[in-house]
């Protein structure tokens, strides 16, 4: 299964709301995470089953949609949100798939 | 504390080998499932293998199978990567992740909720 990010960078201003999206190349029901990932650190779950926050993720952090089409949106960002974020499925594996990433930076 | 410590990357020629290790504390590590990703400079994640809580199911990516082996030892809280023959493209840092089942109101999904930090493995003449 294919996995696609999109935009690829976004820059925005910190307070934004931000929406980024994942693609699915064929349904992966709702077994999509998320992920943020910080530079030279591992990447951290943020969204697990479409959307369900994972444990200490703040409420600012959503994540929607099922089947092909999902979206992690953050309320209003805040500066330690400036990250590459994934996506990543678990439906049809191995392989484990994640998408391109999107990097979220300041505008 | 919880965490996965990773080590063994390093400087290695191509055509080499290379043993990657990653230790797990503060949790029932022979419970879970682990997984090993990496990313290569500047480049997104890729998965490359995954062992069950028991060993009895392993699986690899396409671009490692038959060059790298995943192992375990639970009485040492503890995972290793064989990595043989490697090539320029395997450079990247190498991630181990614990692969959770993890439910929520209307059902359970699985999910990569615990990484190390990463050691680095670069291939070069």
């Known amino acids: 299964i294919v996995m696609t990010q999109s935009p690829a960078t976004l820059s925005v201003s910190p307070g934004e709301r931000v929406t980024l999206s994942c693609r699915a190349s064929q349904t992966v029901s709702r077994n999509l995470a998320w992920y943020q990932q910080k530079p030279g650190q591992g990447p951290r779950l943020l969204i697990y089953?479409?959307?369900t926050r994972a444990t200490g993720i703040p409420a600012r952090f959503s994540g929607s949609g099922s089947g092909t089409e999902f979206t992690l949106t953050i309320s209003s960002l805040q500066s330690e949100d400036f990250a590459v974020y994934y996506c990543?499925?678990?439906?049809?594996?191995?392989?484990?798939?994640f998408g391109g990433g999107t990097k979220v930076e300041i505008k | 504390e919880v965490q996965l410590v990773e080590s063994g990357g390093g400087l290695v020629q191509p055509g080499g080998s290379l043993r990657l290790s990653c230790a797990a504390s503060g949790f029932p590590f022979s419970s879970y499932t682990i997984n090993w990703v990496r990313q290569a400079p500047g480049k997104g994640l890729e998965w490359v293998s995954h062992?069950?809580?028991?060993?009895?199911?392993?699986y690899y990516a396409d671009s490692v199978r038959g060059r790298f082996t995943i192992s375990r030892d639970n009485a040492k809280n503890s995972l290793s990567l064989q990595m043989n023959s490697l090539r320029a493209e395997d450079t990247a840092v190498y991630f181990c992740a614990r692969y959770s089942h993890l439910t929520f109101l209307t059902g359970a999904s699985y999910a990569l909720d615990l990484w190390g930090q990463g050691t680095t493995v670069t291939v070069s003449s």
């Open positions: 089953g479409a959307s």
């Open positions: 062992i069950s809580s028991s060993s009895n199911a392993i």
């Open positions: 990543q499925q678990s439906h049809n594996w191995p392989p484990l798939t």
